[in-house]
């Protein structure tokens, strides 16, 4: 058998079975040299000082943890959310991508691309690029350019060139490939800002790495206000990088309990979910092995959420592992409830969650049944609700004229 | 008949080996077959059926169109199988090219036995790399299978040297970085990639990505040891009003082909 020279740290690239590189030949050369320059950043003190002043002054951190009282009355248990809306850009999505920015400028690459779904990654990743004088390229998939249309404008404004993707189901998994064939073609002066904790190796360690500064945060900020750890945390997961940015420092915390909810769309028992570790089976996608929604000869299937931050059928390969491992538990949201939650949150406390984080939200009533009054539950809120209106107004027939889809 | 032993034949007629690729049940089952049967009577020497997958990351838009075409119809692995069993009748080699993920579904081993049965020689796998195919080296071995990882331009010459040892019959240099599809120059950077190559492999390296006609494949013929053609051949069908139609353009750009990879053998015997 062939000896091939480990390529990157031990531990960093695989995730039990799962993780990996299934790519083609023609980036390993930029995967080597992402995971070479990233490690050596680690090490270097002006960069994590660099990355801290940005993430403080730009992006404006920390986030608040926030008691949600009147949200916590309603579901009965006590409720932090971590206030990642609060974010420069209105998401957790700027925490990874000032890092990946600031390797990429470590590389010398002067050009930037992105997939995004609900369009918050390619709003941070244009961002970013405006802010290092990157040139900037977003894939959109063509369906989530219409529901997502105020996230392609912000895009525009910063400078990003926006191509939406026709091929496919035209969402997020569509977006993806096109990046991944935009990058083979552009690797030597491209760096490709993936969104999540999925793709090749070192992106699903390294993209958590940069996420994780949610869950550091969170821990400490729980120790301050409470004394004592909370009794679960909880997240929303598409491909897992919230989730994963707020896990990372409790997964040694085996107290702890680890929920991720994944997009139940119309439920888990039709074919029209976003649910892959409940609905999905061990395979091969966008570079990693994970769970992917496939059929019986391997094809993706296709998703659906109402959020399209969460319509993707895979999942970062580091779930994967929590889920097989029992360390976490995934669950799936419907639609329907996710978007009780939404109305909830705006109601109880002011607040207007993104639609992806309002599946964490929905998840949480559930924990609270299940841990009862005394339990406190810190939930991640990965993202403000300001790029959904169109979809939630829709949804609660709030639009002249429409038809409300839900009571 | 292994396609290695198709590109010994002919190296022995002092020419590269033509390798013409064609995703399977695409324009349908019975085109895709007949397509092929046009490619094997104007001198294809192996030929390459592609698998179609969902998510196609290393292909163009011509291919993407034809294989997002097959699945439509609802084309299956074992619709692959049948066709690779008709075309190993037509007295051609044949080699699978295939995304992993679908392998992985049907699983290594009999995907490998089912292959084996049918007649194909082995494996092009665009995005699985030696470090990640230990059941698959196990599993060709057993069966005697081909393998053919391919190396790219970027490749570092430690990662040329682990890949061509890990290989079996011939090694894929994909000539350009990038998506396949046809181009109007072929790469210049292939010939220096297959010298590359030849510095750590006794294998007959293939190269891919961009000819789409006789002349090109002359050009390439004469620094490796076989030529590629996909998209070229796909557009041919794609084009076509009929698939009689499509398997005659493509048996004529076959034909241009192969004079194009014999071209070397007539300017310098």
Same mark, same amino acid.
Do not use: K, M, N, Q
């Given at each position: 058998m062939t000896e091939i020279a +480990?390529?990157?740290?031990?531990?960093?690239? &695989?995730?039990g079975p799962y993780g990996g590189r299934y790519v083609p030949e023609a980036l390993i050369a930029a995967l080597d040299q992402l995971t070479e320059v990233y490690a050596d950043a680690r090490r270097d003190p002006q960069f994590q000082a660099e990355l801290d002043r940005l993430l403080r002054?730009? +992006?404006? &951190?920390?986030?608040l943890l926030y008691q949600a009282s009147r949200f916590s009355e309603a579901v009965g248990a006590r409720v932090l959310l971590k206030r990642e809306d609060l974010n420069h850009t209105g998401a957790h999505k700027i925490n990874n991508v000032l890092g990946q920015a600031l390797l990429t400028r470590r590389m010398g690459k002067p050009r930037v691309i992105a997939e995004t779904g609900a369009g918050q990654h390619g709003v941070a990743t244009a961002t970013a690029a405006a802010l290092f004088g990157l040139e900037c390229v977003v894939y959109m998939g063509e369906v989530d350019t219409e529901r997502q249309a105020l996230n392609v404008a912000r895009m525009q404004l910063l400078g990003a060139d926006v191509i939406p993707v026709t091929s496919g189901s035209r969402t997020l998994k569509d977006a993806m490939n096109e990046a991944f064939r935009d990058w083979v073609t552009n690797v030597e002066d491209t760096h490709?800002? @993936?969104?999540?904790?999925?793709?090749? !190796?070192p992106f699903p360690a390294m993209v958590r790495d940069f996420a994780a500064i949610i869950g550091t945060e969170a821990r400490a900020q729980c120790l301050d206000l409470l004394g004592r750890l909370p009794d679960a945390v909880m997240a929303c997961v598409g491909g897992g990088s919230n989730a994963m940015g707020i896990f990372a420092a409790f @997964? +040694?915390?085996? !107290?702890v309990r680890l929920y991720g909810f994944e997009a139940g769309g119309d439920g888990i028992?039709?074919?029209?979910? !976003?649910a892959t570790l409940t609905g999905g089976s061990p395979g091969v996608l966008h570079g990693a092995r994970s769970y992917v929604l496939q059929d019986e000869d391997g094809q993706t299937r296709e998703s659906h959420s109402i959020s399209a931050g969460l319509d993707y059928p895979g999942v970062g390969p580091e779930h994967a592992w929590l889920k097989d491992t029992g360390r976490a538990t995934y669950a799936p949201i419907t639609d329907r409830e996710a978007m009780d939650a939404f109305r909830l949150l705006c109601r109880t406390e002011g607040i207007i969650p993104a639609i992806e984080s309002a599946h964490a939200l929905a998840g949480a009533s559930g924990v609270a049944k299940e841990l009862g009054p005394d339990a406190t539950l810190l939930v991640n809120l990965s993202g403000r609700g300001d790029k959904d209106m169109s979809t939630a107004a829709h949804w609660f027939g709030l639009v002249r004229g429409d038809e409300a889809a839900s009571s | 008949m292994r396609s290695a032993d198709a590109y010994a034949a002919a190296r022995g007629q002092g020419r590269a080996a033509l390798v013409g690729y064609l995703p399977a049940g695409f324009p349908s089952y019975g085109g895709c077959i007949e397509a092929l049967r046009a490619l094997a009577d104007n001198g294809v020497d192996v030929v390459e059926i592609g698998l179609p997958?969902? =998510?196609?990351?290393? =292909?163009?838009?011509t291919i993407q169109a034809a294989a997002e075409r097959s699945l439509r119809h609802g084309t299956r692995i074992t619709d692959v199988l049948r066709t690779v069993e008709a075309t190993a009748a037509m007295d051609v080699a044949v080699v699978v090219m295939t995304y992993w993920n679908p392998v992985l579904a049907y699983g290594v081993e009999r995907f490998a036995a089912d292959l084996d049965a049918a007649g194909g020689s082995g494996l092009i796998t665009p995005d699985l790399i030696p470090d990640e195919a230990g059941e698959w080296l196990a599993v060709s071995e057993n069966l005697d299978l081909e393998r053919i990882f391919l190396v790219a331009p970027s490749s570092t010459p430690a990662r040329i040297a682990a890949t061509t040892a890990a290989c079996r019959g011939w090694v894929y240099a994909a000539s350009t970085m990038g998506v396949t599809g046809a181009r109007e120059a072929t790469s210049s950077v292939a010939p220096a990639l297959v010298e590359r190559t030849r510095a750590s492999t006794e294998l007959p390296i293939g190269v891919g990505l961009g000819v789409s006609n006789g002349s090109q494949a002359a050009e390439v013929a004469s620094y490796a040891d076989g030529v590629i053609v996909g998209s070229a051949l796909v557009r041919c069908l794609l084009d076509a009003d009929s698939e009689a139609a499509g398997a005659a353009a493509a048996g004529a750009l076959t034909a241009d082909l192969a004079r194009g990879v014999r071209t070397r053998a007539v300017v310098s015997p």
């Open positions: +480990a390529t990157t740290e031990p531990g960093d690239e &695989r995730f002054d730009y +992006a404006g &951190r920390p986030s490709y800002v @993936i969104g999540s904790v999925g793709g090749p !190796a @997964i +040694a915390d085996e !107290a028992d039709t074919d029209r979910h !976003a | 997958y969902s =998510d196609p990351v290393l =292909d163009g838009p």
